[in-house]
């Protein structure tokens, strides 16, 4: 298998574990990946615009993410406010239940990111990290963690 194949399946097979204990996670509190990473970036961004908030989701590339927040407001985790010189511009904030639920969503993340943090102890990740920088640079999921 070539190296380049052998990468490409890793990082899936990392993904895709660490993508089901997630699921399972947020399944525990009601939420599924899609709708924490919502409220992650409504924690540490919003007030938001749906447009802004699209350009900062990564698992929801190529879709857009109304149908993400029209389930959030009407579970009361988000809140959606009409200005009132354009209607058509709305931000998006978290309610207090939000909030609440953006907190429990960050204690999941952190588990799962000490217990990574346990697995690579001692190995030296910035070659891997510039490696994977280098492969989504410039594109969409890329742009969307900074990269």
């Known amino acids: 298998m070539r190296q380049a194949e052998l990468i490409r399946y890793l990082v899936l097979a990392a ?13 525990a ?13 409504l924690g540490d961004y919003a007030p938001l615009s749906l447009t802004g908030l699209g350009a900062l989701l990564v698992s929801e590339r190529g879709t857009s993410p109304s149908r993400l927040v029209d389930r959030l407001v009407a579970a009361d985790l988000v ?19 939000g909030r609440s639920a953006e907190r429990a969503v960050r204690e999941v ?3 799962l990111y000490a217990d990574l943090d346990a697995a690579t102890a001692g190995l030296d990740l910035s070659t891997m990290i510039h ?5 989504s640079a410039g594109l969409l999921a890329g742009n969307a963690v900074g990269n």
């Open 29 to 41: 509190i009601g939420l599924t990946p899609a709708q924490s990473e919502v409220l992650r970036i």
């Open 109 to 111: 993340e952190d588990r």
């Open 131 to 135: 490696a994977l920088g280098v492969l």
């Open 79 to 97: 809140a959606r406010a009409v200005a009132t010189d354009d209607r058509r511009h709305v931000t998006l904030t978290l309610t207090a239940a």
């Open 15 to 27: 993904q895709r574990e660490g993508n089901r204990r997630l699921t399972r996670e947020l399944r």
